[in-house]
């Protein structure tokens, strides 16, 4: 029994009887498609990744030693392992100042890659009974050992079952510190008492660390959460009066110039999808109309078997349907393929906080993705459709 001849037939026929005009079409789409659903995927993980950050950061007032923001910033936002060091009373005088709740210091240790790891590794030290930076971020209930040690491990600091090693002593990780696409991620945190006996265990076997181990006298980095109705300002300038060799940094100032540095850099990504997209619409279009031109026989024979002008415009348009539904398929495939697997790396080459869109946020993405692709493809088939209408074809 013969099949009877519908539009979708037509379509699917017409598609596959001119493969390589086909494969060219699929691929604009495709090309299309897959820079817009990467656009949505950067876009969305580099906004959270803000968010995290904020959130994780915790300090109204950031204190480092004279002209090492710089750094602070790095080790912060990408892990790079640095070291600097300021008086450790510096904390005590900043806790008495009018306006400051909290205050907690850190110490930077930085690893030789040589000593312990496979690359250099920043081990930052801090004071479980001040801080209010880590240890709310544990993933999980923390767990406590019989040689009192405390660490953490930053979410992406491969261990193995639940130990990590220094200089061939093993220690036991209290917890695991929830993602925050920052370069906390990249970081061991352990108590000052045990990142103390880290640093006296590999100088006892020889190694060394390009930073120095004085953890009771010294410290990198001051955190400082000001009273709920204390003034930035007006608390930064009094500490810059008792303090003239540190450097302040505003946690909100540090947050928004980032946000606006992100909030550049997405100009690009969103320009470029807009030109590739308005490129393959205007491609597409101009291939429709083509192909209605030299389609004129078959639309004849056809409107002698009895379609009419609606029935030809819809299979234009039914063939324009198909060939964006494959390549905005094919587009959010490949666009997936290149982000989700390099994200991490992603993230290292562009030094600012990020986190991977979730699973379901990158399911509505490429729901999102399909529904523009697939109209653009239709929308440019407009073009064709006109000429249909405008020519005698019959």
């Not at 406590?144 to 600091?157: P, R």
């Not at 291939?287 to 009895?306: A, D, M």
């Not at 109209?375 to 064709?384: E, I, K, L, T, W």
């Amino acid at each position: 029994m013969e099949k009877a001849i519908t539009i979708q037939r037509l379509a699917f026929s017409n598609i596959k009887r001119k493969p390589y005009r086909t494969a060219a079409l699929i691929a604009i789409t495709a090309l299309a498609a897959a820079v817009l659903f990467a656009s949505f995927i950067l876009s969305s993980s580099l906004k959270g990744g803000i968010s995290g950050f904020q959130k994780r950061l915790g300090a109204d007032l950031m204190i480092v030693p004279e002209g090492y923001g710089a750094q602070v910033e790095s080790v912060l936002l990408t892990g790079e392992p640095n070291y600097f060091y300021m008086d450790k009373n510096v904390e005590s005088i900043i806790r008495n100042i009018e306006g400051v709740e909290k205050v907690s210091g850190q110490f930077y240790l930085t690893s030789l890659s040589e000593s312990c790891c496979d690359f250099p590794i920043q081990i930052i030290g801090f004071d479980p009974e001040s801080d209010f930076i880590v240890t709310p971020w544990a993933a999980g209930k923390i767990q406590t050992h019989e040689n009192s040690e405390l660490i953490f491990a930053g979410n992406n600091v491969s261990i193995t079952k639940n130990q990590v090693t220094f200089f061939s002593q093993t220690h036991h990780v209290s917890s695991k510190l929830s993602k925050s696409g920052s370069g906390m991620d990249n970081a061991i945190y352990a108590d000052l008492p045990t990142l103390q006996k880290i640093f006296d265990d590999a100088k006892a076997k020889g190694f060394g660390f390009i930073s120095e181990g004085d953890t009771t006298n010294k410290t990198s980095v001051i955190f400082v959460k000001l009273l709920q109705d204390a003034k930035q300002d007006g608390t930064a300038l009094r500490i810059k009066t008792l303090l003239p060799d540190v450097q302040i940094i505003k946690g909100g100032s540090f947050i928004s110039s980032l946000a606006e540095k992100i909030e550049s850099f997405l100009i690009f990504p969103k320009i470029l999808t807009g030109i590739v997209l308005l490129i393959s619409t205007f491609t597409l279009a101009i291939v429709f109309s083509l192909i209605v031109n030299e389609r004129k026989r078959e639309y004849s024979i056809l409107r002698v078997l009895g379609a009419d002008k609606i029935t030809l415009r819809k299979l234009i348009f039914s063939e324009a349907f198909v060939i964006g539904s494959i390549g905005a398929a094919t587009g959010i495939f490949l666009g997936a393929l290149v982000v989700l697997p390099f994200n991490t790396l992603i993230a290292e080459k562009l030094s600012v906080p990020f986190v991977l869109s979730s699973p379901v946020m990158i399911i509505i993405f490429a729901f999102i993705t399909f529904a523009i692709s697939v109209f653009s493809s239709v929308f440019a088939a407009v073009f064709g459709v006109n000429k249909v209408s405008e020519q005698k074809i019959w």
